[in-house]
């Protein structure tokens, strides 16, 4: 009896269902991302040859530009919101839950705190103009700054019960008096570890 010779055909896949999966995806993280906010105060950080990464949570960052304009920041909205609370309530300043929101959104900020609501009713973009901020005072006549480091630290213990971790980030041409103004409110509050943040120098001159 004769076998029945199949047909070989070559094999095709529809791809349309690929296509629109990998069209559905990429639209999804276009309008799901969050553009990086260009940094208020930009520091030119000195150079070294020693790469430590910071801890992505439980963070606070001190920024020390030129003149020793001061900016403050904590990671993660849950702690800002709360450090905020914490200032408002010790500074007898309210601020309300829409303002709350707003600021738990500024990953760093350099105003003192009776000029943060008018700093809050900016757009992201307008606050990031050229001298709009003029730094968080941190003498010892107006020390805000130490405030909030405390409140900081308050708050990050209350919501995820650990220690804090500081770093400083100073601009390389900045005397060192004002980055050591920093470190002492820091000391004085018995933080005596924390990290200078500095740009990746090569050894190959």
């Not at 690929?18 to 105060?41: G, H, R, Y």
């Not at 909030?148 to 995820?160: D, Q, V």
Request: glycine share 4%; charged share 25%; hydrophobic share 40%.
């Amino acid at each position: 009896m004769a076998k029945v010779k199949m047909s070989k055909n070559a094999a095709s896949i529809d791809m349309t269902a690929m296509c629109d999966v990998a069209f559905l995806l990429l639209t999804f993280f276009i309008l799901t991302a969050t553009a990086k906010q260009p940094e208020p105060l930009p520091v030119d950080t000195p150079s070294s040859t020693v790469q430590t990464k910071l801890p992505e949570k439980d963070l606070a960052m001190i920024t020390v530009g030129q003149s020793g304009t001061v900016f403050f920041g904590v990671v993660g909205p849950e702690v800002r919101k709360r450090t905020l609370e914490l200032v408002s309530e010790k500074m007898k300043i309210s601020f309300t839950d829409e303002e709350k929101y707003k600021f738990s959104l500024m990953e760093n900020f350099g105003v003192p705190i009776y000029q943060l609501k008018g700093l809050l009713k900016l757009k992201s973009a307008e606050r990031n103009v050229n001298g709009l901020q003029r730094g968080i005072p941190h003498d010892s006549l107006d020390n805000q700054l130490k405030e909030w480091i405390f409140a900081a630290r308050t708050a990050n213990a209350e919501l995820h019960e650990k220690q804090l971790n500081f770093a400083i980030k100073g601009d390389a041409k900045e005397e060192y008096p004002e980055i050591k103004k920093v470190m002492d409110i820091l000391q004085d509050q018995k933080v005596n570890k924390f990290n200078l943040v500095t740009g990746l120098r090569s050894d190959n001159f």
